[in-house]
């Protein structure tokens, strides 16, 4: 028996982050002047890990932190558009920046249900303070052995520190390709190189600027790994990926890097009673 569950299907027709529902209002803004770290370029190469946090009053402060377990908050700065990671839903707000200055709108978000409450609870905070943002400060590494780290200060005086990886673009260099696969519940065993491994069984999805699918292809083993995407047995998912072509890549290797973007569908495979 299947037991499936899709939402924000609106989203595949769209290249940058729609929302199905909103916690605000507001459009992206055009980038500001440089920042002070250069330009924004600095803010838009990398993904930024929420490393330390400090209240008004300059103490740590770990309530923007949940168990080991839990991944940090993840800021990314692309399309004109601010997204935030790692909480119950996906949220993104237009951005401007004018010198120093950081200006963030309120926030849209997707509308999936969460039983943590925690991160529920945590989501709702980021929430609230994103459009207090008031400064942005971009530390850039002396070496390859350092990390770049972006301060960003909010009007009550709260204080995050974040700590930068760079973006598949910034890795991978040129625009990726947009594409949809969709990944079977099950790897199967399958030859790659010279020994046997257990491949991810997927098939691509075309859709038209409507949203409706237009395309279902056949499925086959896909001899790559998909970075960012972990996968389940007995689930599938329909994912929305970023496809960057390598140079000089051997000859037994794959040409291209497949970088998750969003999970837009899912199902669960339940056996029959």
């Not at 402060?61 to 909480?87: C, G, H, M, Y």
């Not at 598949?168 to 594409?179: A, C, D, F, L, S």
């Amino acid at each position: 028996m299947k037991f499936r569950w899709t939402w924000c299907l609106p989203l595949i027709a769209s290249v940058t982050l729609a929302a199905c529902g909103t916690t605000g209002g507001g459009g992206a803004s055009k980038p500001g002047p440089s920042g002070p770290a250069g330009d924004t370029n600095s803010l838009t190469a990398y993904h930024w890990k929420l490393q330390q946090a400090f209240n008004p009053a300059g103490a740590d402060d770990q309530t923007w932190f949940l168990d080991s377990t839990k991944a940090p908050i993840e800021l990314e700065f692309i399309e004109q558009r601010a997204v935030v990671k790692n909480l119950c839903n996906v949220m993104s707000a237009g951005y401007s920046v004018e010198g120093q200055r950081l200006n963030v709108q309120r926030p849209m978000s997707t509308l999936r249900a969460c039983a943590d409450n925690q991160l529920m609870m945590l989501e709702q905070k980021v929430a609230r303070i994103l459009p207090t943002t008031k400064q942005w400060n971009v530390q850039l590494p002396a070496s390859t052995a350092e990390q770049p780290r972006l301060t960003i200060q909010f009007i009550d005086g709260t204080r995050w520190q974040l700590q930068g990886s760079p973006t598949p673009q910034t890795k991978y260099g040129g625009k990726p390709e947009r594409m949809f696969l969709e990944v079977g519940p099950e790897r199967k065993p399958c030859s790659a190189g010279a020994g046997r491994h257990q491949c991810l069984q997927v098939r691509e999805i075309r859709y038209g600027d409507n949203g409706v699918k237009t395309y279902t292809g056949q499925w086959e083993n896909f001899y790559s790994e998909i970075e960012g995407y972990k996968h389940q047995p007995g689930i599938s998912n329909t994912l929305r990926i970023d496809r960057y072509k390598l140079q000089n890549v051997p000859a037994d290797a794959s040409s291209y890097a497949y970088v998750l973007d969003m999970v837009i569908g899912s199902a669960v495979e339940k056996p029959s009673k």
